[in-house]
């Protein structure tokens, strides 16, 4: 894997794009944007002028997209399929509706493509620091060719099953870290409300019966841990918008697989309110404000 193609090089694509940079791969970089096109040029990387200039004699193509329509953009539309080489990989690591991403997997294997599903775990800190946790779907093959790549963006590469599956487990994670970041928030507040200090609380939660990652990692309540989003002002970290949007595709998945997910689609009613506030853009924490009102 010495050439790389990358298409979207947004908050989580540029910094994974220059990791591999970093490690002598020569990295063809896309964006439709102007400004992350100048970003990624200021950072050192070869930015060319259309997806088709990027599929030209690479070993695997990355795209870190923010939804199906771009991801369906790219390769149906875009018709990207058609002019990448057969030896090309292509691993899509944007979280997007296991459905299309079969789909577009299936377009590619009926074009004698390899393809895999690969969304990520682990934020923008985890894509600038290379620590990702990589949920990977597709051929096992394909997958361990892969994972050349994955060990230069991330700690962690799970193989989850064949096409979709990378997506699938993936929206399964964050509908439980949304369920217990809320259920976090709402006891902690229900707590304080009665006279109880939010530090000691998650002190003796954390140590409990009660105690998640939310808790241990993530606390919600402001000032309880150093270095949280929640102690500053619910910036950086995983934005309420991304998480609407894993919700929404949670909620499909349970809808068309006639799953009984009430605290799923609960929590998505919960951000949508948040979104619907104009708080789409502070830390997915900050649902703990809905719970000091
Ligand atoms: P982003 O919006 O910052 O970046 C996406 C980039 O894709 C943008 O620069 C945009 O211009 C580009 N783009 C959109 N359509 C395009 C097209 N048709 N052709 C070329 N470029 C196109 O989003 P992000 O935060 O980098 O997230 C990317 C994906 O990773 C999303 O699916 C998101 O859900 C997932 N994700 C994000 C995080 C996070 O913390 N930000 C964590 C895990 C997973």
């Given at each position: 894997m010495k050439v790389v193609g990358f298409i979207g090089l947004g908050n989580m694509g540029l910094p994974m794009a220059l990791n591999l940079s970093k490690k002598s791969i020569h990295v063809k970089a896309y964006d439709l944007s102007d400004e992350a096109k100048e970003n990624a040029l200021d950072a050192g990387l070869n930015v060319l002028n259309s997806v088709h200039d990027v599929l030209?004699?690479?070993?695997a193509l990355i795209t870190m997209l923010p939804n199906d329509a771009a991801v369906e953009d790219v390769f149906l539309r875009n018709g990207a399929l058609d002019s990448l080489e057969k030896t090309t990989l292509i691993i899509d690591c944007s979280t997007i509706s296991p459905g299309i991403s079969k789909k577009v997997a299936n377009e590619a294997h009926n074009k004698g493509l390899s393809m895999v599903d690969a969304p990520v775990s682990g934020g923008v800190k985890g894509a600038e620091e290379g620590t990702l946790s990589f949920i990977v779907g597709g051929n096992e093959q394909d997958v361990k060719k892969g994972s050349i790549l994955f060990n230069v963006m991330g700690d962690n590469t799970f193989y989850a099953g064949n096409s979709g599956s990378g997506q699938i487990a993936k929206l399964c994670n964050n509908m439980l870290l949304a369920i217990h970041m809320c259920g976090t928030a709402e006891t902690l507040a229900m707590g304080v409300k009665n006279g109880l200090d939010p530090i000691v609380l998650s002190e003796i939660m954390k140590n409990s019966s009660g105690g998640n990652w939310s808790l241990e990692k993530?606390?919600?309540?402001?000032?309880?841990?150093?270095?949280?989003p929640a102690s500053n002002?619910?910036?950086?970290?995983?934005?309420n918008a991304l998480m609407l949007k894993d919700l929404r595709l949670a909620e499909q998945l349970s809808d068309h697989s006639k799953s009984y997910t009430p605290m799923g689609k609960l929590a998505r009613k919960l951000y949508e309110q948040l979104n619907d506030e104009?708080?789409?853009?502070?830390?997915?924490?900050?649902?703990q404000k809905n719970y000091l009102k």
């Amino acid at each position: 894997m010495k050439v790389v193609g990358f298409i979207g090089l947004g908050n989580m694509g540029l910094p994974m794009a220059l990791n591999l940079s970093k490690k002598s791969i020569h990295v063809k970089a896309y964006d439709l944007s102007d400004e992350a096109k100048e970003n990624a040029l200021d950072a050192g990387l070869n930015v060319l002028n259309s997806v088709h200039d990027v599929l030209i004699d690479i070993d695997a193509l990355i795209t870190m997209l923010p939804n199906d329509a771009a991801v369906e953009d790219v390769f149906l539309r875009n018709g990207a399929l058609d002019s990448l080489e057969k030896t090309t990989l292509i691993i899509d690591c944007s979280t997007i509706s296991p459905g299309i991403s079969k789909k577009v997997a299936n377009e590619a294997h009926n074009k004698g493509l390899s393809m895999v599903d690969a969304p990520v775990s682990g934020g923008v800190k985890g894509a600038e620091e290379g620590t990702l946790s990589f949920i990977v779907g597709g051929n096992e093959q394909d997958v361990k060719k892969g994972s050349i790549l994955f060990n230069v963006m991330g700690d962690n590469t799970f193989y989850a099953g064949n096409s979709g599956s990378g997506q699938i487990a993936k929206l399964c994670n964050n509908m439980l870290l949304a369920i217990h970041m809320c259920g976090t928030a709402e006891t902690l507040a229900m707590g304080v409300k009665n006279g109880l200090d939010p530090i000691v609380l998650s002190e003796i939660m954390k140590n409990s019966s009660g105690g998640n990652w939310s808790l241990e990692k993530y606390n919600p309540f402001p000032d309880v841990m150093e270095g949280a989003p929640a102690s500053n002002n619910y910036n950086g970290g995983f934005l309420n918008a991304l998480m609407l949007k894993d919700l929404r595709l949670a909620e499909q998945l349970s809808d068309h697989s006639k799953s009984y997910t009430p605290m799923g689609k609960l929590a998505r009613k919960l951000y949508e309110q948040l979104n619907d506030e104009g708080l789409g853009g502070l830390d997915f924490s900050s649902i703990q404000k809905n719970y000091l009102k």
